[in-house]
C-alpha cells in the first residue's frame, strides 16, 4: 500500500517567493497533520485536521503560512511570502481515528536563500 | 499541559551492547505512549506502543513497557546493530485528543562497530 505522500522532495527559492507543499495522505485516514523540522526547534506540529476541517492551527508561525485540505485525498501548506528562517524540513502525516499511530511521508526539504 | 521528556543525546554505543533510551511524560488523562524512529534522510516510522499501564511494546528487538507509577516509557534493546543508528522520537496522545502527539525532543543513537 502506498504510504504518505509529500511533493517535492526538495525546494530551493528565494527569500519572497511563494512555496507550496503537497500532501497526500493514506486512502482511508482521516486525521492529516503537518510538522516542521529543524535542529534548533526540533518537531513542531503547525497545524492538524480531523475530515478535512482544521482542528487546532496553534503551531502555524505566522499568517504567512495557511494550510487547507479541500478532500480526503488532498492538502496543501503555503508559505507566501517566504523567507530564509522558513528553511527546514516539513513532514506531513495522517491516520486513523481513535488514539492511532501516526503515519509520516518522507518530507519536503525547503531551503529559502 | 501535557509534555514528553528524553534523555538527550547523542548516545554512543558498540555493536552488542544494551540500550537505554529513558522517556518520562505528563498528561492529565491516560495516554497511549509511542516510540518512533527516524533514519537519516527519512521520516518518522512507528517503533512501538503501549496504550494502557504495564502493557509492554515491542517490536524488532526493541521493548518498552508503560509504568503509570513512575510516569515513563523507557526504550531499551538487548544487543544493538549498526543498523539502529538514528533519531529516536517518544510521543504520547490524550485520549480524546484527536490523535495529537506531543513528541520528546528525539534522542540520537550512534552504534559503531
Known amino acids: 500500500d502506498a504510504g504518505v505522500i509529500q511533493s517535492p522532495r526538495h525546494e530551493v527559492t528565494e527569500m519572497g517567493q511563494e512555496v507550496t507543499l503537497r500532501c497526500k495522505p493514506i486512502?482511508?485516514?482521516?486525521?492529516l497533520f503537518w510538522y516542521r523540522q529543524t535542529m534548533m526547534r526540533g518537531l513542531e506540529l503547525l497545524i492538524y485536521f480531523n475530515n478535512n476541517v482544521p482542528i487546532d492551527d496553534s503551531g502555524m508561525p505566522e499568517d504567512r503560512f495557511s494550510a487547507k485540505m479541500p478532500n480526503a485525498s488532498f492538502s496543501t501548506l503555503k508559505i507566501q511570502p517566504s523567507e530564509p528562517r522558513d528553511s527546514a524540513v516539513y513532514f506531513c502525516a495522517s491516520s486513523l481515528a481513535g488514539n492511532q499511530p501516526q503515519h509520516f511521508g518522507d518530507g519536503t526539504r525547503l531551503s529559502i536563500l | 499541559g501535557d509534555s514528553v521528556t528524553q534523555m538527550e543525546g547523542p548516545v554512543t554505543l558498540s555493536e552488542e551492547a544494551f540500550l537505554t533510551i529513558n522517556c518520562t511524560y505528563t498528561?492529565?488523562?491516560?495516554?497511549?505512549l509511542f516510540w518512533y524512529v527516524q533514519y537519516p534522510g527519512e521520516g518518522l516510522q512507528l517503533l512501538l506502543k503501549?496504550?494502557?499501564?504495564?502493557d509492554k511494546g515491542s517490536n524488532k528487538g526493541f521493548e518498552a513497557t508503560y509504568r503509570k507509577e513512575t510516569t515513563s516509557f523507557h526504550l531499551e534493546k538487548g544487543s544493538v546493530q549498526v543498523s539502529d543508528s538514528a533519531v529516536y522520537f517518544c510521543?504520547?496522545?490524550?485520549?480524546?485528543?484527536?490523535?495529537?502527539?506531543?513528541f520528546g525532543t528525539g534522542t540520537q543513537l550512534k552504534v559503531e562497530l
Open positions: 486512502s482511508g485516514h482521516n486525521s
Open positions: 503501549a496504550t494502557k499501564a504495564d
Open positions: 510521543a504520547l496522545s490524550e485520549k480524546g485528543g484527536g490523535n495529537k502527539l506531543t
Open positions: 498528561a492529565t488523562g491516560y495516554p497511549s
